[in-house]
């Protein structure tokens, strides 16, 4: 991305006032970082097309905490046997609070707060298999 951090979330923002919770909202529409992290039009688009059980989500946060375990759950989910690695490698951790003002960091926090909501309601009314804590509820 050649604009600034500041100028890339204030164009998103600008075009995306909201986080997006319905595909409808974002068919058609240029969009980018942002609102490609909201999943739930992505899913409800899948689910369209996949039935439920093909489907696994895994918080992020569980696998940091727990690759190995988190890994061999994956693992059962897809029918293979267990196995363990020797080792869990970092790859490509970001050091974002360097990058972004508090300013912006709240700007975020509040605009994917909907979402994240929304996502943990939706996980659970639909029954998905999840790896990880969605523990927000509405």
Same mark, same amino acid.
């Given at each position: 991305?050649?604009?600034?951090?500041?100028?890339?979330?204030?164009?998103?923002?600008?075009?995306?006032?909201?986080?997006?919770?319905? /595909?409808?909202?974002?068919?058609?529409?240029?969009? #980018?970082?942002?609102?490609?992290?909201?999943?739930?039009? /992505?899913?409800?688009?899948?689910?369209?097309?996949?039935?439920?059980?093909?489907?696994?989500?895994?918080?992020?946060?569980?696998? /940091?905490?727990?690759?190995?375990?988190? &890994? $061999?759950?994956?693992?059962?989910?897809?029918? &293979?046997?267990?196995?363990? &690695?020797?080792?869990?490698?970092?790859? *490509?951790?970001? *050091?974002?609070?360097d990058k972004m003002s508090a300013e912006i960091a709240k700007q975020l926090e509040a605009w994917f707060a909907p979402?994240?909501?929304?996502?943990? $309601?939706?996980? #659970? #009314? *639909?029954?998905?298999?999840?790896?990880?804590?969605?523990?927000?509820?509405?």
């Amino acid at each position: 991305e050649e604009k600034s951090w500041e100028a890339f979330v204030g164009q998103e923002l600008e075009l995306f006032p909201t986080a997006p919770l319905e /595909f409808d909202q974002i068919k058609g529409k240029p969009h #980018r970082h942002l609102v490609g992290s909201c999943v739930i039009p /992505f899913i409800q688009e899948w689910l369209t097309i996949f039935p439920k059980e093909q489907f696994l989500f895994v918080r992020s946060e569980a696998m /940091f905490a727990d690759p190995a375990g988190v &890994l $061999n759950q994956i693992f059962g989910f897809l029918g &293979l046997p267990s196995h363990q &690695l020797d080792s869990f490698s970092v790859l *490509n951790k970001g *050091n974002y609070a360097d990058k972004m003002s508090a300013e912006i960091a709240k700007q975020l926090e509040a605009w994917f707060a909907p979402h994240e909501l929304a996502l943990a $309601n939706f996980l #659970r #009314r *639909n029954d998905l298999c999840v790896i990880g804590e969605f523990d927000k509820q509405s």
